[in-house]
């Protein structure tokens, strides 16, 4: 039985689109290429729409095939799960980023005496209860409260709206090219969150213009995420690098809100509801893809152990946030790109192949039937 | 059993201990033994003598030789007679209120269904009630319960199955749902899982129902209750399978969904505008119920610049100098309302109203005036109380929430809230109830079915039967197949 509905596939798409890209994305983008950043956010975002292109070729062409069967028609199974292993890696960097975000922000904005250990288990226990509960439980958590979660960011945009100056996003385009480059580079695991879909390959209910949904949905998050940092660059102009928690501080800063109460919280509040989905979704990519590389067998023990070992590899980890991003631009970023380029041309070409296979089958029955 | 009814009936009487309630009448009609057996207490001696004793006593004058077969269809004048060949089973008959016929001439017992036990008038039940609607209510006899839904119900479509569950009581319980609209698959899941219930006794409909789910450790209930027919009928149009059990004034209903919890029947019964903005107020209710009292902790501990200044001065000013931190204070109020409502439940009704002032006016003011609570917290838990019994389905349920978000404000703060209602979400979309997503139509997300969500329609407009759970028939004003036919 299929685990998703369309709804439930887009849920996952527009929470992992917007999930970590509010927090400290606008500021470190601006440190490398200033307000332009938007364009750089612009071809992450045709990149990404184009391989959701791909992914969803091979999903209406093949919808009970999952990544296993299509990637392993290609390279075997063995050639899977080191692709599989891979892809576990990619991740594993990618929720040491959101905890490191999550972490900062929670030390810094949200408590004055701060418990690193009473932040990270709980939330860990959390994130890693819905992924143990699998995809049907993950998507469904992302469906229902995906809603709460975008009237909480579109208020918290509507908030801030009250003090945009939109001269301040002008002249773009003046940044050496040079820069976008290192920016792309730099913030390459921000992005690629699309990469969930993946493992939502043969799980998904088909629906009448399922492509046509997942387009729109990706359209608005993308929109919305634009639209966000046009108004943070708007509204801090020259000091945008110096604000590190975009979210908070893009309502924080406004006097129309200040003066009207603290109501900006409950919406940083509810944002902080996509970082423990986003972690959620994580996992469960992190604990199949290492489930499938070595062929263990998903208990709760196998997964309480996994959980705890993510856990105290974070916390004894030597580095800090900046001497992570520094790392990952340099050694993860390429790593990252080739993974998922990989995956999508096997998946292509799978789709291709097997799609022949279907029709010489069908042509060859007509024959028989002639 | 190779004996006479002399045999048969002091094999019974035994088997009963020679219980003092149980009469044993020896006659001799027409030179043939006769037996009539029953239990006094539990049986109707109107039926008994007007329609055993009074016929077998015509027989005797007309100087014929009778037998079984011959008493069974020409002298017997009850409305419901099985014949029975098993004493055993003979015997279980006996104790649910029947009189069994025992002839010398035959091997097989006649039983005579002249069942009658006191029951309580059929009442409006305290926990729905209407303004408007229907205010009957079930009571613990089976026999009226199925009645009163039957009554409601003038269809060839309905199926009821009986079956007896407790080795020791051998309660009856009922089976009800509507061919051609309940989903085959779950009628036959659930009649097998009653079947392979395995215990000495069922005392309420609660002992079957703890059997039916499938979560037993969960919190959540995941079987739907009522007290009232009009429920229960409009349930079994939708698809659901109802299960009524003798002595029990609720009957279950399944599959469940949350959202069941929400709706009144007094929904269906008032505009649909009205519907929808009760039925929002009862959402609201439970964030009150489950959120406040954690919220209030978690601001006052640790985010407290949340609050606006004018406000925060004056909740600083009530809680200087308590003795307690906010979660403790907040805790202690808890479980001060919690004794106070057990108690309120158990003590008899007219020291009620002493007990609520003695309660919440003279103990809450007290405290408050010595400095043990303040009136903040005093306000925000007696509000959460309130909300508590908005949906009185699952009072039990938000209370240990409330604790449960309560601890978490105090440990994490409002992130702590925010953990604890995700994992919350994410706890109901694990469970299902025979094959119904427990959060649904809210995720999975169910279009046709949001009609009758927050948000209701016009009945006119609720064509279709609900999608969230499986059925037959979609169409409600469309008739199943089988009567299609026969008409």
Same mark, same amino acid.
Do not use: A, E, K, S
């Given at each position: 039985m299929k685990s998703l509905t369309t709804w439930q596939m887009c849920a996952l798409l527009a929470i992992s689109v917007i999930s970590n890209k509010l927090l400290m994305l606008p500021s470190i983008m601006y440190e490398y290429v200033g307000r332009d950043a938007i364009f750089v956010i612009i071809f992450k975002f045709l990149l990404a729409a184009m391989f959701i292109g791909v992914l969803m070729y091979a999903l209406t062409k093949n919808p009970d095939k999952t990544l296993r069967e299509l990637v392993s028609t290609i390279i075997g199974d063995v050639g899977y799960r080191i692709l599989a292993f891979l892809v576990f890696v990619v991740y594993f960097f990618k929720t040491f980023l959101l905890l490191f975000e999550s972490e900062l922000f929670l030390g810094s904005?949200? /408590?004055?005496? /701060?418990d690193k250990l009473l932040f990270l288990v709980p939330t860990m226990l959390v994130a890693g209860y819905i992924a143990y509960k699998g995809l049907q439980t993950v998507g469904r958590t992302c469906e229902a409260l995906c809603g709460v979660i975008f009237i909480g960011l579109f208020l918290t945009f509507l908030l801030s709206i009250s003090e945009l100056d939109c001269s301040n996003i002008l002249p773009l385009g003046i940044e050496d090219f040079s820069n976008y480059f290192e920016a792309l580079n730099a913030c390459f695991l921000w992005f690629g969150n699309y990469f969930l879909i993946f493992f939502c390959l043969g799980d998904v209910k088909m629906t009448k213009n399922l492509v046509g949904k997942v387009y729109t949905v990706f359209g608005i998050s993308t929109l919305f995420v634009l639209a966000f940092f046009f108004v943070f660059y708007a509204n801090f102009e020259y000091s945008s690098g110096l604000h590190k928690f975009a979210i908070s501080d893009i309502t924080q800063f406004t006097p129309e809100i200040a003066s009207f109460t603290k109501v900006d919280w409950f919406t940083v509040i509810i944002w902080m509801m996509t970082n423990v989905l986003q972690c959620a979704i994580q996992i469960y990519i992190m604990q199949r893809t290492f489930i499938e590389t070595f062929g263990i067998r998903k208990t709760q023990v196998f997964s309480f152990i996994f959980l705890s070992l993510i856990l105290l590899i974070y916390l004894f980890n030597p580095f800090n946030l900046s001497e992570f991003i520094e790392f990952v631009t340099v050694y993860v970023s390429p790593f990252v790109f080739f993974v998922g380029v990989t995956l999508l041309i096997l998946i292509l070409i799978a789709t291709i192949m097997l799609n022949r296979r279907k029709s010489k089958q069908g042509g060859n029955k007509k024959c028989l039937g002639n | 059993m190779e004996q006479g009814s002399v045999e048969i009936s002091n094999y019974i009487l035994e088997k009963l201990n020679n219980n003092s309630d149980v009469v044993c009448r020896n006659l001799i009609i027409s030179g043939t033994k006769i037996d009539v057996i029953y239990v006094k207490d539990i049986s109707n001696y109107e039926i008994i003598s007007q329609d055993v004793l009074l016929p077998l006593s015509r027989v005797d004058k007309l100087s014929i030789s009778i037998d079984l077969d011959y008493v069974h269809k020409s002298v017997l004048a009850a409305g419901n007679i099985d014949v029975e060949v098993d004493v055993d089973n003979a015997i279980s008959e006996l104790l649910k209120g029947k009189t069994l016929v025992i002839l010398d001439s035959s091997k097989q017992i006649l039983v005579v269904d002249s069942t009658k036990f006191n029951t309580r008038g059929i009442e409006e039940p305290p926990t729905s009630a209407v303004l408007k609607g229907p205010r009957e209510g079930f009571n613990e006899n089976i026999k009226n319960n199925v009645s009163m839904v039957r009554r409601r119900i003038a269809s060839t479509d309905l199926v009821m199955k009986d079956l007896n569950v407790g080795k020791q009581t051998a309660t009856a319980v009922t089976v009800m749902w509507l061919k051609g609209i309940a989903d085959d698959a779950v009628v036959k899941a659930i009649l097998n899982k009653i079947k392979a219930i395995d215990i000495d006794g069922v005392v309420d409909s609660n002992y079957i129902a703890e059997f039916l789910q499938n979560r037993k450790n969960s919190i959540f209930q995941q079987i739907g209750t009522s007290e009232k027919p009009d429920i229960v009928t409009a349930k079994l149009l939708e698809g659901r399978v109802a299960i009524f059990v003798d002595g029990s004034p609720i009957v279950l209903t399944l @599959? +469940? $969904?949350?959202f069941e919890s929400f709706q009144s029947s007094s929904d269906y019964y008032s505009k649909h505008y009205h519907a929808t903005l009760t039925r929002w107020v009862r959402l609201i209710a439970i964030f009150f119920a489950v959120i406040l009292p954690g919220f209030y902790v978690a601001v006052q501990l +640790?985010? +407290?610049?949340? $609050? @606006?200044l004018k406000f925060l001065v004056t909740i600083m000013n009530t809680t200087s100098g308590l003795p307690f931190t906010p979660l403790f204070e907040t805790l202690f109020i808890i479980l001060l309302f919690e004794i106070l409502n057990e108690a309120s439940v158990r003590m008899p009704k007219h020291l009620g109203m002493a007990m609520s002032i003695v309660g919440a006016l003279i103990l809450g003011d007290t405290a408050v005036k010595a400095g043990l609570i303040s009136p903040p917290a005093m306000m925000i838990v007696a509000l959460s109380g309130i909300t508590l019994f908005v949906v009185s389905d699952l009072s039990d349920q938000l209370s240990l929430l409330r604790l449960g978000f309560t601890l978490m404000g105090g440990l994490l703060g409002l992130y702590g809230v925010i953990l604890s209602g995700i994992f919350l979400v994410a706890y109901l979309n694990s469970i299902d109830s025979y094959g119904a997503p427990y959060l649904s139509p809210l995720s999975p997300h169910v279009k046709s079915d949001m009609k009758d969500f927050l948000n209701m329609v016009p009945l006119t407009d609720m064509k279709k039967r609900p999608k969230s759970f499986k059925n037959k028939n979609k169409n409600k004003t469309k008739l199943s197949k089988s009567k299609e036919v026969e008409e």
């Open positions: 904005v949200m /408590y004055q005496d /701060y | @599959p +469940y $969904v949350l +640790y985010h +407290y610049d949340i $609050v @606006p």
